[in-house]
């Protein structure tokens, strides 16, 4: 395993972790979350993601559960949670002080831990003034219920607020952000957050690698009844099936078909080689990646050892399929 500086800090993350969005407290039982978080550790993972919002809780209460069964050392692990939708009650959501204070509370009880490495603003709440949310996570960090904060899919302009709020207060600054990056979706990581990257050494812990599956091919000839765009009562999942069956979505699909052809001049899985072009840009911190069966983390880290294969002659083929880079 490699791990990285998490931005602007002393600490370090496994450039590959394992969220639980999905699949844990929801589509598998607590077991096989058990065996997935018990491989990722075995193959050095460290760093393990949820949110208060996940399964309703249970996601948080299933990756405790495995945190507590496999007794490691809490110094060798990096768990991070994220707040914003924590119930239906009209305090229990954004990021008002009551509900960051409330909500790392009913996080850590749900996990059954002290403290969080890192507590995410799992989105932007322009309801509430920055002022407020940038001295809600600095008081939760005091009292080391957290060690950094982050956001999860701010804008640029967003998060420079925070820093300029946090400056002027001398308060404690974002340290990380979140946000979706995968070869599908771009703009934010290779652009719009380049200052952030340049000016503040900001972090990025981004999600959906694979888009889902998307990337890994698997959706190439149809749904496969054990994937998570099968799943029938999940409406984030009703949406990304549907949105496969338009032009948008068989564009993708060819050229994932295309991608699967050179993985193989690699001689490795699409997901691997997805994987590894998020793992070589060097603004990315760690590549928060899923699983539903320990198999798709051990083939998953892997894309490790890809990375130094993929030479610029390798990405410009890349660039040619893709035909998505956005413009500077
Ligand atoms: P991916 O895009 O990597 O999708 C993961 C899913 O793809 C797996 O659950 C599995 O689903 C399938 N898969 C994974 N590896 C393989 C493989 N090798 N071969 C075939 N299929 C594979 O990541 P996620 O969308 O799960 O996002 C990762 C994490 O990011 C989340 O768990 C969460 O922690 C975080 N996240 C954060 C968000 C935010 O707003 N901040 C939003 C979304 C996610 P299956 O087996 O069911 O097909």
């Not at 996570?137 to 804008?155: L, R």
């Not at 957050?193 to 959706?219: R, V």
């Not at 798709?296 to 892997?302: A, D, F, G, L, S």
């Amino acid at each position: 395993m490699e791990y990285r500086y998490l931005g602007n800090s002393g600490l370090m993350v496994s450039a590959l972790s394992l969220g639980g969005w999905v699949t844990y407290g929801g589509q598998v039982s607590p077991e096989i979350a058990q065996k997935c978080m018990k491989t990722a550790f075995d193959l050095g993972i460290n760093f393990f993601d949820t949110a208060e919002v996940y399964a309703g809780g249970q996601c948080e209460i299933d990756m405790g559960v495995a945190i507590r069964k496999f007794g490691w050392a809490r110094s060798d692990l990096v768990i991070s949670t994220k707040l914003f939708w924590g119930g239906k009650g009209r305090n229990e959501r954004g990021l008002s002080r009551k509900h960051i204070i409330e909500g790392t509370d009913a996080s850590l009880k749900r996990l059954q831990l002290d403290y969080v490495d890192l507590l995410y603003a799992h989105r932007p709440d322009p309801d509430t003034p920055m002022e407020e949310i940038v001295r809600a996570f600095n008081h939760v960090i005091n009292q080391g219920k957290a060690f950094y904060w982050g956001t999860s899919e701010w804008s640029a302009q967003q998060i420079t607020e925070a820093h300029a709020v946090a400056g002027r207060l001398n308060l404690i600054a974002p340290l990380m952000e979140q946000p979706q990056y995968n070869m599908f979706h771009r703009d934010r990581i290779e652009k719009e957050y380049l200052p952030l990257f340049k000016n503040y050494k900001m972090g990025a812990t981004i999600w959906s690698p694979l888009a889902s599956g998307l990337l890994s091919g698997k959706y190439n000839d149809g749904i496969p009844g054990d994937s998570r765009l099968a799943l029938q009562d999940n409406a984030v999942m009703k949406r990304l099936r549907d949105a496969l069956d338009t032009d948008d979505g068989r564009v993708k699909i060819t050229k994932v078909k295309k991608l699967a052809l050179l993985a193989q001049q690699l001689d490795c899985s699409t997901s691997q080689l997805a994987l590894a072009w998020c793992l070589k840009n060097p603004n990315v911190s760690s590549v928060i990646t899923g699983a539903s069966k320990p198999s798709q983390i051990e083939e998953n880290v892997k894309a490790l050892t890809i990375v130094p294969l993929l030479t610029e002659e390798i990405m410009t083929s890349l660039e040619d399929i893709l035909a998505n880079k956005p413009a500077l």
